[in-house]
């Protein structure tokens, strides 16, 4: 059929308040022109994150009220621990009240001045934890990952060639070597089985650490089950566990793919780097087997790992960005193609060619897209990473906006309501001019940055 048929029934609900386009104007003034700096209440649909924003089920409901709030030792923290072994099969299980707090413990271990750490691509928290410890994170994605028209079927891809001449170049001051799937700054794009592998092997055999960022490893096992040869008979817990019987470790928010609002954890096989890791977790976050989260979130997570898993649910959530990246390629907005798991991304640069990239046109087309809809996004682009290390600036690669879906929360309608406000915004594109930035912070500003039009 071509409808899109959510495979879950609604059982709860929660109003959404409608604004009129001049008093989203006022309230995006009153927020500095910074999506971010806005109140929830005043968004119609809200694509900032698909990061703790889903809906949970009946069943993690339920779970939650089995929760057991003890300091130590509780059985909560068993179920969650057999739940995350039961797809990744490290040594050590160790949680965190959410992904940065497990990239903060890790490369608070392995980072430092001097030391180079090689990603696909490292995402906003991941490349600020690393760079907070003075250490260089290093982008080696495919090329096809940065051309948005490329159709490639893993532009999520490590670039396998310049991994190894970096490894071989620069072995002494590499502590890890990392992937993050999907790869979430390059577009939402899967990487392949086949990558991981050979990633892996390169990482082992200059005895490095491979080190999975698996935040959204359910869509990305989906993705290798649909276009990687030899994976479409298999099932996606299968192709989940052999993607992490390759690495040493993972970092983890589980409010994404593990479908709760808050939580992840740190995984890890070696024993001392483990026990140095629960020595900062009892320092920063909470006892190792609560790890800064109440045994009801626990629980939630062990019962969402269960259902993130489950075929009619990736199928049902890839084919919606589908949908919506076909409509808008039909109203002529440029999209990175084909789409990712978790989001839309629209390639601001391709839209607005008369606003230069260091006058933001991913910033300024979400704050259009509130303007026009009530639709909050985020830019992915050079607001976030474009201001070096050393306090200088320079275009990203890429200036995207991410409509990132959050998960089992919005419905086609609003899907169908996403594509027309885009198709208003069409007609105005091109008297949009850029920003500036007129107040930042020194680090990760594209959260509180305030902007100024041109």
Known sequence: MKTIIEPFRIKSVEPIRFTTREERETLLDQAHLNTFLLR?????????????????????????????????????????????????????????HQGRAAEAILFSILGGEGKKIPNNTHFDTTRGNVENTGAEA?????????DPNDLSDFKGNIDLVRLEQFMRDNAADVPCVMTTITNNAGGGQPVSLANIRATAEIAHRYDKPFIIDGCRFAENAYFIKQREAGQQDRSITDIVRDTFACADGMTMSAKK???????????????????KARSRLIMTEGFPTYGGLAGRDLEAIAQGLTEVVDEDYLRYRVRTNEYIIERLDRLGVPVVKPAGGHAVFIDARAWLPHVAPLQYPGQTVACALYVAGGIRTTEIGTVMFGRQPDGTERPAPMDLVRLAIPRRTYTQSHADYIVEVFEELAREVDQMRGLTIVEEPPTMRHFTAKFARL
């Not at 809200?46 to 993690?60: N, V």
């Not at 068993?78 to 040594?91: H, P």
């Not at 290093?138 to 940065?146: K, N, P, R, S, Y």
């Open 257 to 275: 793919d593990g479908l709760v609002n808050i939580g992840g954890w740190l995984a890890l096989n070696d024993d001392d780097l483990a026990l």
């Open 138 to 146: 290093v982008d080696l994605v495919v090329a096809e990952g940065l």
């Open 40 to 96: 929830s209440e005043d968004v119609l649909i809200d694509l900032l994150t698909d990061s703790g924003t889903g809906a949970m089920s009946a069943r993690q409901w339920s779970a939650m009220l089995r929760g057991d709030e003890s300091y130590a030792g509780s059985p909560s923290f068993e179920r969650f621990e057999a739940a995350v072994r039961n797809l990744a099969n490290f040594k050590h299980i160790i949680p965190t």
